[in-house]
């Protein structure tokens, strides 16, 4: 279609050469010879290029022209994700870090399960890809423990409500709900998983202490879980040695911070996690934390399902609506101000 473009020239040359050329007797043409032409006679002398532009325009339409835009659709099979944290008295220990400021081990738990869920946007580590990690199309669950544990959010897609859920979580304030039932913990946790369906399900726990309460021994708990199809990754939370932790009198006073012996029983956690297949980890900072988050990451990863497809838009009505335009606008001025006799 654009080959008839080749024909444009010819046909205004011929209307130029053969088109009828209009007369009117008059007596003399000296005196009218002589007076410099106005503006609106040098605006006709162009009238005849707008009909020229509008059958350029017309051609141009005939050729059908489109853009594309091409659009890239992921779908995610997600995987099932518990986080078990441990709210016990001694995760109230300032021996982490965030940035440079003292944090204790829940502050740190919870700005990094923030950047694992979110990725880079929340300021995540990144991998040797430089490739942010966060865990859009996963649903996640969250459960806290101490002497007793809570189902706090089900396995959900809306993780900016799960991360609004975890920024009220505070550590036990009450004597008789203080203590760290692993065992219990994992249970609840694997009962939230099994909502996940066909999905990988995954379960991460943090603690810093040993099972000292509750009714389920935490390899039982591990077993039952890796029964159910749980895959428990389990997170030792705190550095070696001892700990300065704030300490509560039995007068009321305010506490007073003091230094604690840190244990955590990682011969359990260990084999609970080598009994359902996943791994142990031991996070003596904040920053060896997000490494573990990130290798976590890396060990769980979503499967990805790209579909392409390409969308046009026609641009042949705009060119008509242009044509059509110059045309009326043609039209209007010949037969109004510009008009010309015969």
């Known amino acids: 279609m654009l080959l008839l473009l080749l024909l444009v020239p010819l046909l205004f040359y011929s209307w130029r ?8 007797d008059y007596p003399t043409v000296g ?3 002589g007076l410099p032409p106005t503006f609106m006679m040098r605006v006709r002398v162009a009238l005849p290029y707008l009909r020229l532009l509008a059958l350029i325009f017309c051609v141009v339409a ?7 835009q091409q659009v890239t659709r992921i779908y995610r099979d997600g995987i099932g994700i518990v986080i078990v944290v441990d709210i016990s008295s001694s995760m109230a220990a300032l021996d982490l870090q965030i940035g440079d400021e003292p944090a204790n081990r829940l502050d740190v738990v ?3 399960f923030r950047a694992f869920v979110m990725g880079e946007e929340a300021g995540a580590v990144v991998d040797d890809d430089d490739t942010p990690y966060g865990r859009e199309g996963d649903m996640i669950g969250m459960v806290t423990f101490a002497r007793f544990s809570d189902n706090l959010s089900p396995l959900t897609l809306d993780h900016d409500a799960l991360l609004g859920a975890l920024e009220e979580v505070t550590i036990v304030q009450l004597p008789e709900e203080d203590g760290t039932a692993i065992g219990d913990a994992v249970i609840m946790g694997a009962e939230v998983l ?4 066909g999905k990988s399900k995954v379960m991460l726990l943090l603690t810093d202490g040993s099972n000292n309460a509750g009714n389920t021994d935490p390899i039982q708990a591990a077993v039952a879980a890796s029964a159910l199809g749980v895959k428990v990754y389990t997170i030792g939370t705190g550095t070696r ?6 300490i509560r009198d039995s007068d009321g006073a ?11 029983d990682e011969h359990t956690l260990t084999q609970m996690a080598t009994t359902t297949g996943g791994q142990y980890f031991r996070a003596t900072d904040g920053k060896a934390l997000q490494e573990i988050y990130a290798e976590i990451d890396r060990l769980e990863k979503s499967t990805n399902i790209a579909e392409q497809y390409q969308r046009y838009i026609e641009g042949y009505p705009l060119l008509l609506f242009a044509a059509l335009a110059l045309l009326v606008f043609e039209g209007v001025l010949v037969n109004t101000r510009l008009r010309a006799l015969p």
């Open 110 to 112: 919870k700005e990094t």
């Open 254 to 264: 305010e506490p007073r911070l003091a230094p604690v012996q840190v244990f955590i």
């Open 194 to 197: 099994q909502r996940a369906g």
């Open 17 to 24: 050469r053969f088109g009828r050329q209009a007369t009117v």
């Open 62 to 68: 005939l050729a059908r022209p489109q853009w594309g």
């Open 241 to 246: 040695g001892t700990a300065m932790t704030p």
């Open 31 to 33: 005196e009218l010879a």
